[in-house]
């Protein structure tokens, strides 16, 4: 089974609700599918968003990389030959990860073609049934309390609640989140950088105090600002997980080194794929550090791609904010991982299992 061309398509699929951060608003889906044909016939599917703000990525930038950079060094190459094409594919340029993740989890959804198997048999196995949390995103407090109210009702038993916009308002959603909820879900915060540290350690000490207990709160501070994440590990109680402060194996030994973070948060699209997830899950495994597995805004294609990684990864990842398809409208997606609200499952089609992409548009 050898690489005989690349193509792309734009995929826009609107959102059920806008996704607010303290970074961004989005109302819809607009990725990047790359296909992978082979001598053979087969086809591997792979996705990549476009993020400018974490990650450098524009549509057009993703698409440069994969049509002038790493296409040329694939054409030709055996899908056996798996360690050797992703190593082309890392090495091809610097940055650039979304684009390479696309390509990666194309060619890794024909390896598993190649030898008949879900790709999360081929990367260890595990049982092919996960549970996801559900993004709340910022907005006025009544209106994520009603989220998050309707969030539990739909049976989601974690909240990743966004804030990071407004220190005093971000606590009292939070402390109105809580109450709202506390016996029925456990509370995600994501602070988007949104926070200085110490305005983390005063909302969070704030948050201790008023008896308001945490799973985690994801990156409180700037991506660079390791000394700033250290300084709030240190002072709460609360667990600190790392996200844009970590995109590849050497940030991941770096922040580890520093004590910097309780958590890693792995997204595929920061990582250039899942050769360096399923690296940095082993490194953090030798470590004793937990790993969440999560998202951008993508739809059912490559978050497939994490699913069969966290499955097969689930003694280090144990935490999984993969909500990116439950936010959408629709599914794009004919075949693949099945998303039913919190719930997720792998069928025993090799690969990724996708038959088909409804509504692509050819680029």
Same mark, same amino acid.
């Given at each position: 089974?050898?690489?005989?061309?690349?193509?792309?398509?734009?995929?826009?699929?609107?959102?059920?609700?806008?996704?607010?951060?303290?970074?961004?608003?989005?109302?819809?889906?607009?990725?990047?599918?790359?296909?992978?044909?082979?001598?053979?016939?087969?086809?591997?599917?792979?996705?990549?968003?476009?993020?400018?703000?974490?990650?450098?990525?524009?549509?057009?930038?993703?698409?440069?990389?994969?049509?002038?950079?790493?296409?040329?060094?694939?054409?030709?190459?055996?899908?056996?030959?798996?360690?050797?094409?992703?190593?082309?594919?890392?090495?091809?340029?610097?940055?650039?990860?979304?684009?390479?993740?696309?390509?990666?989890?194309?060619?890794?959804?024909?390896?598993?073609?190649?030898?008949?198997?879900?790709?999360?048999?081929?990367?260890?196995?595990?049982?092919?049934?996960?549970?996801?949390?559900?993004?709340?995103?910022?907005?006025?407090?009544?209106?994520?309390?009603?989220?998050?109210?309707? &969030?539990?009702?739909?049976?989601?038993?974690?909240?990743?609640?966004?804030?990071?916009?407004?220190?005093?308002?971000?606590?009292?959603?939070?402390?109105?989140?809580?109450?709202?909820?506390?016996?029925? &879900?456990?509370?995600?915060?994501?602070?988007?950088?949104?926070?200085?540290?110490?305005?983390?350690?005063?909302?969070?000490?704030?948050?201790?105090? =008023?008896?308001?207990?945490?799973?985690?709160?994801?990156?409180?501070?700037?991506?660079?600002?390791?000394?700033?994440?250290?300084?709030?590990?240190?002072?709460?109680?609360?667990?600190?997980? =790392?996200?844009?402060?970590?995109?590849?194996?050497?940030?991941?030994?770096?922040?580890?080194?520093?004590?910097?973070?309780?958590?890693?948060?792995?997204?595929?699209?920061?990582?250039?794929?899942?050769?360096?997830?399923?690296?940095?899950?082993?490194?953090?495994?030798?470590?004793?550090?937990?790993?969440?597995?999560?998202?951008?805004?993508?739809?059912?294609?490559?978050? =497939?791609?994490?699913?069969?990684?966290?499955?097969?990864?689930?003694?280090?990842?144990?935490?999984?904010?993969?909500?990116?398809?439950?936010?959408?409208?629709?599914?794009?997606?004919?075949?693949?991982?099945?998303?039913?609200?919190?719930?997720?499952?792998?069928?025993?089609?090799?690969?990724?299992?996708?038959?088909?992409?409804?509504?692509?548009?050819?680029?």
């Amino acid at each position: 089974m050898k690489i005989t061309d690349i193509r792309f398509g734009m995929l826009r699929v609107p959102l059920k609700t806008p996704f607010k951060t303290a970074l961004r608003t989005v109302d819809k889906v607009e990725d990047i599918v790359v296909m992978v044909h082979t001598d053979d016939g087969h086809v591997g599917y792979g996705e990549a968003p476009a993020t400018a703000v974490i990650t450098g990525d524009t549509h057009g930038s993703i698409v440069d990389a994969i049509r002038h950079y790493i296409a040329p060094r694939l054409i030709g190459q055996d899908i056996a030959d798996l360690n050797r094409i992703t190593k082309l594919i890392q090495g091809t340029m610097e940055k650039n990860t979304s684009a390479k993740a696309a390509v990666e989890i194309a060619v890794y959804d024909l390896w598993g073609q190649l030898y008949g198997a879900p790709l999360y048999k081929l990367l260890g196995g595990g049982d092919p049934v996960i549970t996801t949390d559900i993004t709340i995103s910022v907005d006025y407090i009544d209106k994520m309390v009603a989220d998050s109210i309707a &969030a539990v009702d739909r049976g989601f038993e974690s909240l990743k609640i966004k804030v990071g916009k407004d220190i005093g308002v971000d606590i009292e959603r939070v402390r109105a989140i809580y109450a709202a909820v506390e016996d029925r &879900a456990l509370l995600r915060l994501d602070a988007n950088q949104g926070w200085t540290a110490k305005e983390a350690v005063y909302a969070l000490h704030t948050l201790e105090d =008023a008896g308001v207990r945490l799973e985690l709160v994801e990156q409180p501070v700037k991506a660079r600002d390791l000394e700033g994440m250290r300084y709030v590990t240190e002072r709460v109680h609360t667990p600190i997980m =790392a996200d844009e402060s970590v995109f590849g194996p050497a940030e991941v030994m770096e922040l580890i080194r520093m004590r910097a973070a309780d958590i890693i948060n792995i997204k595929l699209m920061k990582t250039g794929g899942i050769s360096n997830a399923i690296r940095i899950a082993d490194i953090a495994g030798l470590y004793g550090i937990e790993c969440m597995i999560g998202c951008m805004l993508e739809t059912s294609i490559s978050v =497939a791609a994490a699913v069969h990684v966290a499955v097969a990864k689930s003694d280090v990842i144990t935490k999984v904010d993969l909500d990116g398809p439950s936010l959408c409208a629709y599914d794009p997606v004919d075949g693949g991982v099945n998303f039913n609200e919190s719930e997720i499952s792998i069928s025993d089609a090799p690969g990724l299992g996708i038959r088909e992409i409804r509504g692509l548009e050819p680029l």
